[in-house]
């Protein structure tokens, strides 16, 4: 069961998500089939997503995450809400790359050190928030701190993993995101940055059988540590006919038009589940009429 805490330190200077998303990366894999390299980088970024949306109040709120990249990926696109569920796809999900010298997968090269990570957020006012910063990694997590920074001008610390086993499948998945308050004082920075300094990878803490709440004791050491929540996440597409035919009328009456002339029926595959939509004359028909 994947879950996501949130923690302070005693004097609430700082906060702290961390994140066990093991099995939400684990589903995102038996959908999409992705080569561990891909895997890897799209779990680190559902792990990022997932802890950005749970933090969200209204119950229409939505996040989506773009890193558009100039590796081999091309983008990565997530989205989640308030429940912190997620739902993500990929460009081109078979990229192998030799190992890095370190024998880690190269998510770096994999993604591209140039392009960009777009955030959304749909907070239910007219027009969603947009911000917008370079990649300076690749590795996605430095990528996420970098965006908090120069977008948003929040400190903060952002650690993320994904464990690919020998048969693909996913052994460990999940992350931290650290948040300085504006009002943090010198001392208590200091402390957490020598914390995040000494810490191991986020899979190694969890291959040492660490949870979630364990991994916040290490990030908060010497500062206390209290537990404000925890919350259970998992992979979920939210897709139905209804969306789908939203994204059939934006292609236009034309194209609506073409296809009806030429095949009389459609079938939509959506990008976050895979699940077949399909759309016969008469319905097309109908959306014809409807946007006349
Ligand atoms: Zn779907």
Same mark, same amino acid.
């Given at each position: #069961? ?12 700082? &906060? ?7 099995? #939400? ?33 209204? +119950? ?28 993500? =796809? ?12 370190? %024998? ?17 957020? *749909? ?15 690749? +590795?996605?997590?430095? *990528? ?7 977008? $948003? ?32 004082? +010198?001392?208590? /920075?200091? %402390?957490?940055?020598?914390? /995040? &300094? ?6 190694? #803490? #969890? ?11 290490? !990030? !908060? ?7 404000? &929540? ?5 992979? $979920? =597409? ?31 595959? =959506? ?15 109908? !959306?014809?009429?409807?946007? &006349?």
């Amino acid at each position: #069961m994947d879950y996501i805490i949130n923690a302070t330190d005693k004097n609430r200077e700082l &906060s702290v998500f961390v994140a066990k998303t093991t099995d #939400m990366v684990n589903t995102m894999r038996s959908i999409h089939n992705p080569s561990p390299v891909v895997c890897a980088a799209i779990g680190r970024s559902m792990t990022a997503t997932s802890i950005m949306a749970i933090g969200m109040k209204g +119950e229409k709120d939505k996040i989506t995450t773009i890193i558009k990249g100039n590796g081999y990926i091309g983008n990565i696109i997530c989205v989640s809400n308030h429940t912190g569920n997620v739902k993500a =796809c990929a460009t081109n999900y078979n990229v192998d790359l030799p190992l890095r010298d370190d %024998k880690k997968l190269d998510v770096g090269r994999a993604v591209g050190t140039g392009g960009s990570l777009t955030i959304i957020k *749909d907070l239910g006012l007219k027009e969603p928030y947009i911000g917008n910063s370079q990649l300076i990694s690749g +590795e996605v997590a430095e *990528d996420y701190t970098n965006y908090f920074l120069n977008s $948003e001008q929040i400190r903060s610390a952002v650690g993320l993993g994904v464990l690919v086993d020998v048969d693909y499948t996913v052994k460990y998945a999940g992350g931290f995101i650290v948040y300085v308050m504006p009002f943090a004082s +010198e001392d208590t /920075i200091l %402390k957490v940055e020598k914390n /995040i &300094s000494n810490l191991s990878s986020v899979t190694d #803490m #969890m291959k040492e059988g660490k949870s979630p709440e364990d991994i916040a004791d290490v !990030l !908060l050491s010497g500062l206390g540590c209290d537990i404000l &929540s925890n919350k259970q996440v998992g992979y $979920e =597409c939210d897709c139905n006919k209804d969306r789908i035919e939203k994204a059939l009328i934006s292609l236009g009456k034309n194209e609506i038009k073409k296809i009806y002339d030429e095949d009389k029926k459609v079938e939509i595959q =959506c990008h976050f589940c895979n699940k077949k939509y399909n759309f016969d004359e008469n319905e097309l028909l109908h !959306l014809i009429k409807k946007i &006349s």
